[in-house]
């Protein structure tokens, strides 16, 4: 396990699932965790449950108890609720069983099959894709999201990316909310926040890593941190 007890991989191609990554986490001491918010939208299972993680708008703390485990598969953004069947927005900052999105001898089934598994991750992966693949057709198969989230992480804002996309912005806000959880404002804060904190982890300085990602200034990163992960750049690295 990495360092931290987590570690992660992207998914299976054959899985079907573009962008997805499964990823475990081992606790390693009785203490409060901080899960910052992406864009991205998770399967879960804790070792008895299998629980949905929607998008966050903010940080969302989770209370770990040393040696507990947990495997994920995250979707990439937008993705979720291809395989979900149900808007984003209707699991923005909310951690809930799939039973409450699924029906409920379904899950039974299901998590039956992830608790008897060799490869809990892989279990997500035939889970997620099994369930992709019963799905009606993408109402919107044109590839708006990826282009989306490319345009609005490189700096783009609201109105220039409703353009490319050749959508109005009211559409354009519509769509997201669906397809992501929030409207594309609050989708481009959180995207450059996520290029920000590489920045930092891979040792750039905080000043420079706000200039790359597109803030005013280090201030600007600053008060963005605190807003969205609600705690100091110097206590999330710390």
Do not use: N
């Amino acid at each position: 396990m990495a360092e931290g007890g987590y570690r992660e991989r992207p998914a299976s191609r054959d899985a079907g699932l573009p962008g997805a990554v499964v990823w475990e986490k081992t606790a390693v001491a009785d203490r409060v965790g901080r899960v910052l918010p992406d864009g991205c939208m998770d399967l879960i299972w804790d070792g008895a449950r299998l629980l949905v993680a929607g998008p966050d708008t903010r940080a969302h703390l989770v209370a770990g108890v040393a040696g507990t485990r947990y495997t994920g598969l995250r979707f990439a953004p937008g993705f979720g609720p291809l395989v979900y069947g149900v808007p984003a927005d209707e699991l923005t900052d909310r951690r809930v069983g799939l039973d409450a999105v699924w029906p409920g001898r379904l899950v039974r089934e299901l998590t039956e099959r992830v608790a008897g598994a060799a490869r809990a991750g892989a279990a997500l992966e035939a889970v997620a894709a099994g369930r992709l693949a019963a799905a009606p057709p993408d109402p919107e198969p044109e590839p708006w999201r990826a282009r989306a989230v490319a345009a609005l992480a490189a700096g783009r804002g609201v109105a220039g990316t409703a353009r490319e996309l050749g959508l109005s912005e009211r559409q354009l806000r519509r769509r997201s909310l669906a397809a992501f959880g929030y409207g594309p404002k609050t989708l481009a804060r959180v995207l450059r926040l996520g290029q920000a904190l590489r920045l930092t982890d891979a040792g750039t300085p905080p000043a420079e890593a706000a200039a790359l990602a597109g803030y005013a200034d280090q201030a600007h990163l600053a008060r963005e941190v605190r807003e969205l992960a609600g705690v100091p750049l110097t206590r999330l690295r710390g």
